[in-house]
């Protein structure tokens, strides 16, 4: 079977994840901030909704995201917090070499989105990189319907990043 009919399932993120976690998400730095396990142990703990891509059971993709007024200390977070309207905050998305072109990220986005909707959150939220450029992240929430708020500085660390939204009709 090719990657592209493998069989792929959605599951939220369970306890005996945390050490494949740990590992994809540092392999993943500097896309995502280092974080060593006890940290990610903390943040799995305060995200509203988490969600792994399984490729023939095996994790290959990860998706954590959090909803308005937890105590994420994020700025990037903070910054959508700070608005009235509430959300769902995509934190981390993850995908290991071996589950890439496989559409994973997409189908964690639409478990979300289906989530969030559920859950009554009006929209679902995130940053990209504008400085340095992450233009294929870009264009993956665009084809999403994700579109442009603002463009502003992550006072954490000095990068340009693009606020973006994907509201859900009514």
């Known amino acids: ?19 494949w976690l740990s590992a994809l998400n540092q392999a993943c730095v500097p896309a995502v901030n280092a974080l060593n ?6 943040l799995i703990a305060r995200a509203a909704w988490t969600g792994v891509a399984e490729v023939e059971t095996k994790p ?11 105590t994420y200390e994020s700025t990037n977070y903070a910054w ?12 981390r998305v993850m995908v290991e ?7 994973l990220g997409r189908k964690l986005y639409d ?4 989530w969030a909707q559920q859950d009554g959150q009006p929209r679902l939220c ?10 294929q992240s870009l264009a ?17 660390d000095g990068k340009q990043v693009v606020m973006l939204e994907r509201r859900f009709s009514i």
């Open 1 to 19: 079977m090719n990657k592209h009919q493998s069989t792929v399932s959605i599951r939220p993120l369970e306890t005996a994840d945390l050490a």
């Open 37 to 42: 396990k006890d940290e990610l142990t903390a």
């Open 60 to 70: 290959r993709a990860v998706l954590v995201a959090f909803t308005k007024g937890s």
């Open 80 to 91: 959508f917090n700070a608005q009235d309207e509430a959300f769902a905050y995509i934190d």
């Open 97 to 103: 070499p071996e589950g890439r072109g496989m559409g």
């Open 111 to 114: 478990a979300l989105a289906d």
């Open 126 to 135: 995130c940053e990209v990189n504008e400085e340095p450029p992450n233009p």
């Open 140 to 156: 993956f929430h665009q084809s999403l319907g994700f579109h442009r708020l603002t463009s502003r500085i992550n006072p954490s």
